[in-house]
């Protein structure tokens, strides 16, 4: 088991940045690890995400350019910059996390295992 515990989120005027942080429970070195976010009445939405070993990384087409996954392995916690925020980026944004020593990245929700709590970003205008 792997609890998750996503911090970071807040309030910002569009043009800002944003880092979202997702701390793990236990090292999570073999985990691909997925960045999602839900808006009122859509669909949770798979934003940015990163393999096992860093080697592959995606970005929803929304993103690239603004927002950058890292993590730092010592300290179990990867994170999310987002810069340039705009208003359309207002959601509740997860962490996920998927056993697996791999290259593929997989991009569905139900792909993933465990899931942190959610951290409101709200862009305003």
């Known amino acids: 088991q792997v609890q998750l515990v996503e911090s970071g989120g807040g309030l910002v005027q569009a043009g800002g940045s944003l880092r979202l942080s997702c701390a793990a429970s236990?090292?999570?070195?073999?985990?691909?690890m997925g960045w999602f976010r839900q808006a009122p009445g859509k669909e949770r939405e798979f934003v940015a995400g990163?393999?096992?070993?860093?080697?592959?990384?995606y970005y929803v087409d929304s993103v690239k350019g603004r927002f950058t996954i890292s993590r730092d392995i010592a300290k179990n916690t990867r994170f999310l910059q987002m810069n340039s925020l705009k208003p359309e980026d207002t959601a509740i944004y997860y962490c996920?996390?998927?056993?697996?020593?791999?290259?593929?990245?997989?991009?569905?929700?139900?792909?993933?295992?465990?899931w942190g709590q959610g951290t409101q970003v709200t862009v305003s205008s």
């Open positions: 996920a996390a998927k056993y697996g020593s791999t290259y593929y990245l997989p991009r569905g929700p139900d792909d993933y295992d465990y």
């Open positions: 236990r090292t999570f070195s073999s985990y691909a």
């Open positions: 990163m393999n096992w070993s860093g080697s592959n990384t």
